[in-house]
Each structure stands twice: as structure tokens, then as C-alpha cells.
């Protein structure tokens, strides 16, 4: 059974820089399992944000960016802000289906 | 823009089934694939399965094979995920979420289906 591992909590300064990760205990993240990230704020839906590595949608700002980084599917953001507080899930395509880290708390500080 | 609105939440007894429905508007409806998604209180999200809007064609959870069914209803533009047999650890938040190929793109407000005695 695979499971996505991600860093449980993170604190990061306003204007700073953090990259948070995506790991999956079979083996490397690759291209192949289209790896994806959701913000989610509380009490709201989840939104997508960066999709097949490092693909944004239209509403995803700027200083989100995803990367394969060691083995591992990464998110950075450049330039925090505030409103970056969040909980922040990555996703794979594995096996037919679709399997979700555990999230990672991000804490704007 | 894309909307989806989901039926409203529920209170059900363990051994009962529920059937949610997310109604959908602003896009081509069979364009994009339908998942669903539960997130349990205080918990990560969980991947329930998929269905193909083109052809109903639907794709499952292992965990949640034989007891949940996905349809669809393209006159209405509506999706619908019963989830049967439930127990206490289904209580969650159900999200539909419309899928590009390789997207979650948009989601549903969420529906809050608690289990309870």
C-alpha cells in the first residue's frame, strides 16, 4: 500500500522562502505519478494550486512552484505572505487512483 | 465560472446508506471526470473514486469497493456518490471535485454526513 508522506508542520517568516515535500514510500516521485498540490484554509474546500509537477492555473500566484526535488514532488513559495497560512496536501496518480499526503501545516511567522 | 453546489448534511445510524449529490454548472459537463473526496474532523484528505461523465465509467478506492456507487445524471448536470453499510469513521466532510486529466481543479463546498448512534 503506498502512503505520501509529507513534513506534518512548517514555520516560515513573511517574505521568506520554503519548499515543502512530497515523498511516497515505494520508491521516487516521478513524472509519472503527475504529482499536485491543494491549499486548503480552514473551515473552506480545498484549491488546487500546481498540478502534473509544476503546471498553475490561472488564479495560482505567481510565487507558488512545484519541482521534482530528490526523489520527492516539492512545492516552494518565494516570497511568503500572510495569507499563505494554510494546510497544504500534495497528491500522486498511483495504481489507477489517486493518493493524498497527509498535509503539511504551514505557519506564516 | 464553474459552480458546484452539494446537498446539504446529514445525520445517519451505522448500518444506513447515503447518497450525496453535487449539482454542476459553467463547464462542459462531460469534459471532465467527477471525484469525490471525504475528509474526515481534523483529518487529511481521502480519494473515494472517479466516474467518467462521457460514459459513466467509474474507477474506486480499493477500501471502498462493494459499498459505494458513483453516478451520474447528464440531463441534470449532477453527480451523485452513495456510500453504504456506514459506520463511525465515515463521518466526514464528502467534497465532488471536477477533474482535468491530470487536475483536481474545482471543488464543491463540501457535504457533512455524520454517523452516529
Known amino acids: 500500500q503506498t502512503v505520501v508522506t509529507q513534513e506534518p508542520s512548517v514555520t516560515v517568516s513573511p517574505g521568506g522562502t520554503v519548499t515543502l515535500t512530497c515523498a511516497s514510500n515505494?520508491?521516487?516521485?516521478?513524472?509519472?505519478?503527475?504529482p499536485g498540490w491543494l491549499q486548503q484554509k480552514p473551515g473552506q474546500a480545498p484549491m488546487s494550486l500546481i498540478y502534473s509537477i509544476n503546471d498553475k492555473h490561472s488564479w495560482t500566484p505567481a510565487r507558488f512552484s512545484g519541482s521534482l526535488l530528490g526523489g520527492k514532488a516539492a512545492l516552494t513559495l518565494s516570497g511568503v505572505v500572510p495569507e499563505d497560512e494554510a494546510e497544504y496536501y500534495c497528491?500522486?496518480?498511483?495504481?489507477?487512483?489517486?493518493?493524498f499526503g497527509g498535509g503539511t501545516k504551514l505557519t506564516v511567522l | 465560472q464553474v459552480h458546484l453546489v452539494q446537498s446539504g448534511g446529514e445525520l445517519k445510524k451505522p448500518g444506513t446508506s447515503v447518497k450525496v449529490s453535487c449539482k454542476t454548472s459553467?463547464?462542459?459537463?462531460?469534459?471532465?471526470?467527477l471525484s469525490w473526496v471525504r475528509q474526515a474532523p481534523g483529518q487529511g484528505l481521502e480519494w473515494m473514486g472517479w466516474i467518467a461523465t462521457h460514459n459513466g465509467n467509474t474507477n474506486y478506492a480499493r477500501r471502498f469497493q462493494g459499498r459505494i456507487t458513483m453516478t451520474t445524471d447528464t440531463s441534470t448536470r449532477t453527480a451523485y456518490m452513495e456510500l453504504r453499510t456506514l459506520t463511525t469513521d465515515d463521518t466526514a466532510v464528502y467534497f465532488c471535485v471536477v477533474v482535468a486529466a491530470t487536475s483536481f481543479d474545482f471543488w464543491g463546498p463540501g457535504t457533512l454526513i455524520t454517523v452516529s448512534p
Open positions: 515505494t520508491g521516487a516521485v516521478t513524472n509519472a505519478h503527475y
Open positions: 497528491l500522486i496518480y498511483s495504481g489507477g487512483g489517486i493518493i
Open positions: 459553467g463547464y462542459i459537463f462531460s469534459n471532465y471526470a
